[in-house]
């Protein structure tokens, strides 16, 4: 089992070695499956990242896009400027699921516990929300509130609109997914990496995630030096101002950012914006999709977010 030394020495060494590791987990990946694989391709600048590197060994690689009905249109129309992207869509719309099942909150570890101590309240999932089993992952009761929230909360929406279509075409062709996922991204991610390392060969379902041990700034260093096209709601690549202790800007690598969205997913998923600086996801696309905010944001003929997010004490 890697150990998390081995991961952040990984994630210390310049892009350019970093590029040929992610070259070579891809090429162990494709000649172990004979070519049956594929790029789990969501338009977000990582999985671009991800299948510019690919497609650079291996120019014919498919790309596999679930057009969830929740991307931001940018996603979705640069999606259609590249070519062998094939098109999955998830039996169940977001409106759907949420009636169904609950809203997305705080996080899928959370959403989830929370979703059995509505089910039953005195069970041991609903002990670590209260706090009752010490445990920082569960906020240490910190999310106990949750519980009787006036809503219905699930973390079944990623399975549903995402996981499914994607075991459907992997059941269909036999084909092995290659996915744009960092350890960097959360802790969960990072002991999966510890668990399995970047080619999981021997899970029930067999991953790649060839890109584990990349940062955000490796990405956004990646797009800059190549001029690789990316969806245009990130905006421009430029260099982050930031206060660096004593030492002279010169000396110290320049930081990144993007002038636009940090992150694409899923315009109406709510995990996470609890701990976003404002203007948080939800205030900016009241700025730049006010279309979609107000249909996400709406009771009435709208999916209700609103009130979700009043519940939250998120501003939007």
Known sequence: MPAIEDLKYLQNQPLERKIRITQTRIIEWYQRYNGQVYVSFSGGKD????????????????????????????IKEFVKTFDNVTILRPKMSFK???????????????????????RNPNCKRAQYLKGEIKNSL?????????????FKISESCCNVMKKQPMKKFVKDTGKHPIIGTMASESISRTITWQKQGCNAFEKSDPTSQP??????QDVLRYLKLTELPYA???GDIVPKSKVVGQLALDEVPTALMTTGV???????????????????????????????????????????????????????
Not at 96 to 117: D, N
Not at 211 to 216: I, P, R
């Open 96 to 118: 759907q699921v949420i009636e169904k099942y609950g809203y997305p909150v705080i996080s899928k570890r959370v959403a989830g516990y929370v979703e059995s101590s509505k």
């Open 211 to 216: 890109l584990s041990f990349w940062t955000e």
């Open 232 to 234: 245009t709601v990130y």
């Open 262 to 316: 940090n992150r694409t997913g899923c315009m109406f998923c709510m995990f996470g914006v609890h701990l976003e600086k404002e203007p948080n996801r939800f205030q900016q696309m009241k700025i730049t999709h006010p279309k979609q905010y107000d249909y996400c944001i709406r009771e009435e003929n709208g999916l209700g977010l609103g009130k979700v997010l009043d519940y939250i004490n998120v501003k939007y």
């Open 138 to 150: 569960y906020g240490n009761g910190k999310y106990a509130y949750l519980i009787d929230a006036p």
């Open 47 to 74: 999985s671009t990242v991800l299948l510019d590197i690919a497609r650079r060994v291996y120019p014919d690689i498919e790309a596999v896009f679930v057009d969830t009905g929740l991307e931001y249109p940018e």
